[in-house]
């Protein structure tokens, strides 16, 4: 069956820090694309970053919002990817969710399998 789990979530101050992961299992990880995505309460669901197959190289992908301050890494042995998170905003504020996918890109259409998401509250 295939899962994507993920971890680390929580609240922190702005200009903090949080790493979020995301396990995935069921199926060969080295193949697929992970992406984080996060949703806002009343805001539509934005790609955050991924994450390309070890395939395509790993290349890495962010959205304006998040560049130079998120960084997305993957472990092959413990088939798990990573989204380090620094200098936090509040407006970083949503549940962030990891999913995998067959092509790289950070609209949420061609991914496939979806984490339960986590929450991230960026406040003072």
């Known amino acids: 069956q295939l899962e994507l789990v993920e971890s680390g979530g929580g609240l922190v101050q702005p200009g903090g820090s949080l790493r979020l992961s995301c396990a995935v299992s069921?199926?060969?990880?080295?193949?697929?694309?992970i992406g984080w995505f996060r949703q806002a309460p009343g805001k539509e669901r934005e790609g955050v970053s991924c994450?390309?197959?070890?395939?395509?190289?790993?290349?890495?992908y962010y959205a304006d919002s998040v560049k130079g301050r998120f960084t997305i890494s993957k472990d092959n042995v413990k088939n798990t990817v990573y989204l380090q998170m620094n200098s936090l905003k509040p407006e970083d504020t949503a549940v962030y969710s990891c999913?995998?996918?067959?092509?790289?890109?950070?609209?949420?259409?061609?991914?496939?399998?979806w984490g339960q998401g986590t929450q991230v509250t960026v406040s003072s």
């Open positions: 994450i390309s197959s070890t395939m395509s190289d790993s290349k890495t």
């Open positions: 069921g199926f060969t990880f080295d193949v697929w694309t």
């Open positions: 999913a995998a996918g067959r092509i790289v890109s950070l609209a949420d259409i061609p991914y496939d399998y």
